[in-house]
């Protein structure tokens, strides 16, 4: 069976500069916030062209940071999608501000810039002030973020931007994650840039609010010791850093491989009842996930599953119709519509850098054959 993602495959195509990597940070003694977090901290910054990135234990907890480091929390509301991994909402609550989920861009299955536009010109009745908005980059590709940035400049409220699935991703030629006030990154092991376990990192052109956050995620100390404001314990590892410090090297090579497999599946789907999935002008998309759409999507996963193809959905339930959440979190005007067909229909095929050629061709015959 061809899988749909294999991290153990990443770790043993880089086995040597790994385990080089862990022997160092093993060998210093040192495992939390030592010099590989640091180091790795300014590679990133450096790579995303931004003063400042500070290293945490995972992606959520990287936009729980940006928004606690921005006072954002109980009276507030932020608004992002229901088409998203629960963590972007889950952020959201855990600093105790309200979610207000918008609705998608069948297209590119985004933030609908309109709604969101018409959202912070005339707020829902009945819910907190809107205070800040987490647009997510999903898949692999950029939100339409140009009005959705002027209308938050309008509103006057920040625009966050959530990069777990877009390290690398641009548009207009810069990368996502320096548009927004701040951006958040998860390092999940299956990530395009991903660690050996949990991991994540944030980063802003802000350096104070880099400061607040660099506090914040070690129980607000300045001086050891010493919490000058209410924090959290959310540290990145020294051992996870040294091999982020491997592989970030190695990022834009992997985001070239995953591309040149996205466009095998595209020449595969030419002439079929399935379309390749869409490209937003002027960006750069780095599928970390390749997806495609059908009304018959479970039959498809079936018939590619007795092929050996596997599949994956992201999301089969959209956060607002999840039991957690249903019935208790505020909907756009839209109502989520597009989402909740989204959800009934998406497919995710096989997509990581160490797909062999042959393992692609594979792929590719068995969706000519269940799509043709």
């Known amino acids: 069976m061809i899988p749909l993602a294999d991290p153990g495959a990443a770790y043993r195509a880089q086995r040597d500069a790994l385990d080089d990597a862990l022997g160092r940070a093993l060998d210093s003694g040192w495992y939390i916030l030592g010099g590989e977090g640091a180091a790795f ?15 945490c234990a995972n992606g959520t907890d990287a936009l729980v ?3 606690r480091g921005m006072g954002i929390g109980p009276g507030m509301t932020v608004c992002t999608v229901s088409h998203t991994a629960v963590a972007t909402v889950a952020a959201i609550e855990m600093v105790g501000a309200t979610p207000l989920l918008l ?28 205070r800040a908005v987490i647009a997510v980059h999903l898949y692999g590709q950029a939100c339409d973020l140009r009005p959705m940035l002027a209308a938050c400049e309008a509103a006057g409220i920040p625009l966050i931007e959530d990069c777990a699935q877009a390290h690398g991703a641009t548009l207009d030629g810069r990368k996502l994650g320096t548009l927004g006030a701040a951006a958040a ?35 607000g100390w300045k001086s050891r010791y010493i919490s000058d404001m209410v924090g959290v314990n959310s540290r990145l590892d020294e051992l996870q850093a040294a091999v982020l410090r491997v592989r970030l090297p190695l990022l834009e090579g992997m985001n070239a491989r995953r591309n040149a497999i996205a466009e095998a599946y595209d ?59 249903l019935n208790r979190v505020a909907l756009g005007p839209a109502g989520c519509s597009e989402t909740e067909v989204a959800s009934r229909e998406v497919l995710s095929l096989p997509m990581f850098p160490e797909l062999t050629d042959e393992q692609v061709a594979r792929v590719c015959t068995a969706l000519r054959q269940v799509a043709g």
């Open 185 to 219: 990154f998860s390092l999940y092991p299956t990530k395009n840039l991903g660690a050996l376990g949990d991991a994540g990192i944030l980063a802003t052109a802000d350096e104070a609010l880099a400061e607040r956050i660099a506090a914040i995620r070690q129980y």
């Open 41 to 55: 901290e300014r590679e990133f910054a450096a790579w995303l062209g931004l003063p400042r990135a500070v290293g």
């Open 267 to 325: 020449a595969a789907l030419a002439g079929t009842s399935l379309a390749p999935p869409a490209r937003r002008a002027g960006t750069t998309h780095v599928f970390h996930q390749y997806v495609v759409r059908s009304a018959e999507r479970d039959a498809m996963a079936s018939m590619l599953k007795e092929l050996g193809v596997g599949t994956g959905i992201h999301y089969p339930v959209p956060v607002h119709l999840q039991p957690a959440y």
């Open 65 to 67: 940071l940006i928004l």
């Open 103 to 130: 609705d998608i861009d069948p297209d590119t299955y985004t933030m609908d810039a309109d709604e969101l536009a018409a959202v912070l010109e005339d707020p829902p009745p009945g819910l907190p002030p809107v």
